[in-house]
């Protein structure tokens, strides 16, 4: 889209037209949400009600659990037929499922237009700002090993010599986490690093020197607390606050100790290169390849590239049940069964096996738990807020978790119903425009699955 332009799209979290291309993407894809203009409005769960006490994932509602139904082939089918023709110029489509302890894949196309190779479960996209997801576990994961505080300030981790702004001193780790430090959308100076690279990698000439530099110039635009303003800015700092706490491990290999790796997520990292044995996409804006993405100055904001399969495993980890703690833990194989449905085939079965939980560690364990404790409710009914992820109660009591992402050649969204026992997870290699659909469909279908929408 044309930087011009200030035609919004659904999952954006602002103009695509007067900032680089969605790693934002934290809104319902059925409003534009509203902001907070003061404290008062960011109420932590219900009135006088302490949010860690608030329901979560292992507290159903109170209208139990889903009925068992199957993720059969007509049932898969008509929740992702929307999703086929959703996202055009791209060539490659992956959709999981999760429903009840059942999961299926709908896979379509190559990696990339005029070859490539057939997308499987395991082929990797970039997720944009689904990776802030994995930074909020992060956090979460840091404070339950008691490397950090909840509200540790973020000048305490930053590297030393940083320099703070004029009020900077008060932001905590829990309000970048939130969207609620004060800070802008992007660091200033980015935009003018830019140059040629608006279509095809806006960030990758804005380093962590120019990021931490950029910080001691920023004003912060409300009392940190106050008011919910989302900020790529933001989450980029705390990954270096991650960093700082865990004695200086770069971002992407902290974030594969502690959460990819104890989480079997093989085809997930925050680095470019694909591991070995798997396959990436080359994604593409108006059908035209776009190089590989790259944002080094806030990894933590949008570097993460991962499968449908492991974004789906992600979901299930996070509606648990969590499994108890081994203190020794040893993944072992991967065991999963990938399923390709084709719906031009229409194949016998649409169940896939899930595949057992890892045993993990406590702080991991506790992690995933917190990562899903409401901290704010937002105004005029626009649901609540956990550690990044936003949440939207349901007419039946349940709650939806979702996110989504994106890049200049890929549109992320992923979701979870941790009381309906339901999730799912969207790709495809074309980046976010006013005609891709991709978010607001994957929406509706993952309100469909819960049988709740």
């Given amino acids: 889209m044309p930087p011009t332009s200030r035609r919004r799209t659904h999952g954006d979290d602002g103009p695509t037209g007067t900032h680089p291309p969605a790693l934002h ?16 409005h960011a109420r932590r769960a219900r009135p006088g009600q302490d949010p860690r006490q608030a329901p979560g994932p292992d507290h159903h509602a109170s209208t139990g659990r889903s009925p068992k139904a199957s993720l059969d082939p007509a049932t898969v089918r008509r929740l992702t037929r929307p999703l086929l023709t959703a996202a055009p110029g791209a060539s490659a489509l992956a959709v999981g499922l999760h429903r009840d302890g059942q999961r299926a894949f709908v896979l379509r196309g190559t990696t990339a237009h005029g070859g490539g190779v057939p997308v499987g479960a395991a082929t990797r996209f970039e997720v944009g700002s689904v990776t802030k997801t994995f930074t909020a576990l992060l956090l979460a994961e840091q404070a339950g090993r008691g490397e950090l505080a909840w509200h540790t300030p973020l000048a305490a981790l930053l590297p030393p010599g940083t320099r703070m702004p004029r009020r900077g001193d008060a932001i905590t780790l829990t309000q970048l986490a939130t969207h609620t430090a004060g800070l802008p959308r992007l660091p200033p100076g980015l935009l003018g690093s830019i140059g040629t690279r608006w279509f095809s990698n806006p960030y990758a000439a804005f380093g962590a020197e120019d990021v931490l530099a950029a910080l001691a110039r920023t004003r912060v635009r409300s009392r940190p607390g106050s008011r919910v303003r989302y900020s790529n800015f933001g989450v980029g700092l705390l990954g270096y606050a991650l960093s700082g706490a865990a004695g200086g491990t770069p971002y992407g290999a902290l974030l594969a100790e502690r959460v990819l790796d104890p989480l079997r997520l093989r085809d997930t990292t925050a680095c470019a290169t694909p591991p070995a044995g798997t396959t990436q996409v080359t994604g ?31 979901t299930e980890a996070l509606m648990g049940p969590y499994p108890d703690m081994d203190p020794n833990p040893n993944p072992g194989p991967n065991p999963y069964l990938d399923l390709d449905l084709d719906l031009a085939t229409d194949p ?87 005609d891709n659909r991709l978010i607001q469909r994957a929406y509706e279908a993952v309100l469909h699955l819960a049988g709740s929408g």
């Fill in 25 to 40: 993407g934290p809104t319902d894809p059925n409003a534009q949400e509203q902001r907070p203009r003061h404290a008062r």
């Fill in 284 to 314: 593409h804006w108006h059908g035209r390849p776009r190089p590989p993405f790259h944002i080094p100055g806030l990894p933590a904001a949008g570097a993460v590239r991962s499968s449908v399969r492991d974004l789906l495993t992600v």
């Fill in 348 to 434: 016998d079965t649409a169940d896939a096996p899930v595949p057992p939980p890892a045993v993990l560690r406590s702080a991991l364990r506790s992690a995933l738990r917190e990562v899903t404790v409401p901290r704010l409710v937002r105004p005029h009914g626009q649901g609540q807020l956990a550690l990044v992820w936003n949440i939207r109660p349901r007419p039946d009591g349940s709650r939806l978790y979702h996110h989504s992402g994106g890049t200049r050649g890929c549109t992320a969204f992923i979701a979870f119903n941790p009381e309906r026992r339901t999730a799912l997870v969207a790709l495809a290699n074309t980046a976010p425009s006013w």
